[in-house]
């Protein structure tokens, strides 16, 4: 079973730029896609980006333009650049592997994830 570690998380004002990491440790080639979600204070865990074989890349409404998803096969790493960050991005950010059929559908165990913090 595969177990995804997040890093890259921190304290940052608006407009500042962050990149997120999650390294996979062990075998991912079960999963034709990975996403990264995120989870704010008080709210339900949603997904930002998603990364798969049969659509490319896709993105939440509220972040299309400003994050970047893309994944590294050699070094088992998947990234999530954010630039121009707001505050209202602020959360616990996880990313997951899983399956894509018109949607998204997670199948990897959550990690710890990596917090994400914008003052405004």
């Known amino acids: 079973q595969v177990h995804l570690v997040e890093s890259g998380g921190g304290l940052v004002q608006a407009g500042d730029s962050l990149r997120l990491s999650c390294a996979a440790v062990g075998s991912i080639d079960n999963f034709n896609a990975m996403a990264w979600y995120r989870q704010a204070p008080g709210k339900e865990r949603e997904l930002v980006a998603t990364?798969?074989?049969?659509?490319?890349?896709e993105y939440a409404p509220s972040v299309q333009g400003r994050f970047t998803i893309s994944r590294d096969n050699a070094k088992k790493t998947l990234y999530l650049q954010m630039v121009s960050l707001k505050p209202e991005d602020t959360g616990v950010y996880y990313c997951?592997?899983?399956?894509?059929?018109?949607?998204?559908?997670?199948?990897?165990?959550w990690g710890q994830g990596t917090q994400v913090t914008v003052s405004s």
């Open positions: 997951s592997g899983g399956w894509y059929n018109y949607k998204y559908y997670p199948q990897s165990s």
């Open positions: 990364m798969s074989t049969r659509a490319g890349t």
